[in-house]
Structure formats: structure tokens, C-alpha cells
């Protein structure tokens, strides 16, 4: 899941193991005070990666990072952003 948390200023990413019961927060995207980042969205790309994409500034689309997500590995490593 990709979401923003108090503000739209704080861009996260969390993932969950039970179908959506518990999230976790696993990486943080964006974190400005006087950031705005909204409308995110996850997109699995013909790549076969999973793309983090969302409004930058109210200016641009920004693709975030791409993520890879390991689900047979320990829970330290299951994300990162590359």
C-alpha cells in the first residue's frame, strides 16, 4: 500500500502479510514539510516490477522508485527501492 500519514507532506509505503488485516510501514518515499505528494498509485509495469507513482508539488507525475518485493524473505528485507 502507498499512502500518505498526517500530512500530504510524508509518502509511505507498508505491506501486509495477513490479506490486509496488519499493514507495516516499510519505506518512506517522500518526507518535506512543505512537500505535497498525492494521488498515489501502485502499478504493476510490463517490466514486472511494481512502480510507485504520485502528483509531485501539484506540478508532475513522479514515478517514485521501482519496488521489489521479496515474500519468501525475512521481513527486514521484503522491500526496497531502486
Not at 53 to 82: D, M
Request: proline share 1%; glycine share 8%.
Amino acid at each position: 500500500m502507498l499512502y500518505n500519514t498526517v500530512s500530504r507532506g510524508v509518502l509511505k509505503v507498508a505491506i501486509s502479510h495477513d490479506d490486509g488485516e496488519t499493514w507495516r510501514d516499510y519505506l518512506t518515499l517522500e518526507n518535506e514539510d512543505e512537500g505535497e505528494f498525492s494521488y498515489s498509485a501502485l502499478v504493476l509495469g510490463s517490466d514486472g516490477h511494481i512502480h510507485a507513482t504520485y502528483t509531485y508539488n501539484r506540478q508532475q507525475i513522479k514515478v517514485g522508485c521501482k519496488l521489489y518485493i521479496h515474500l519468501q524473505a525475512p521481513l527486514s528485507s521484503h522491500l526496497a527501492c531502486v
